[in-house]
């Protein structure tokens, strides 16, 4: 069993910082792309970035210049630092990790979520 554990979220007034944490932990061989997701009240669940094991980093347009995921392998920590926040990026964060449970098996978790409010 996999769990991922995320932290950091809360309010903030636009133009502010914050920096969300996850933390995977369990039973498993390797930990593959690891990524953060965001669903806003009434939208669908979006991806913001994601980042390989070897650390080949992505995000949306939307967040570009602004949010920087990084992740420590060491510590199977996936982090997303988000600076010059605005009001639409208020939304519920999701980790995600695609998770190498044995030589032959690769399953998908998600964590429970954690609430970001920009506002002022």
């Known amino acids: 069993q996999v769990q991922l554990v995320e932290s950091g979220g809360g309010l903030v007034q636009p133009g502010g910082s914050l920096t969300l944490s996850c933390a995977a932990s369990g039973s498993f061989v390797s930990i593959n792309a690891m990524n953060w997701y965001r669903q806003a009240p009434g939208s669908q669940r979006e991806l913001v970035a994601t980042?390989?094991?070897?650390?080949?980093?992505n995000s949306a347009d939307s967040v570009k210049g602004r949010f920087t995921i990084s992740r420590d392998n060491a510590k199977n920590t996936v982090y997303l630092q988000m600076n010059s926040l605005k009001p639409e990026d208020t939304a519920v964060y999701y980790c995600h990790a695609i998770v190498k449970i044995t030589t032959f098996r690769t399953l998908s978790y998600w964590g429970q979520g954690t609430q970001v409010t920009v506002s002022s």
């Open positions: 980042i390989t094991s070897v650390g080949t980093a």
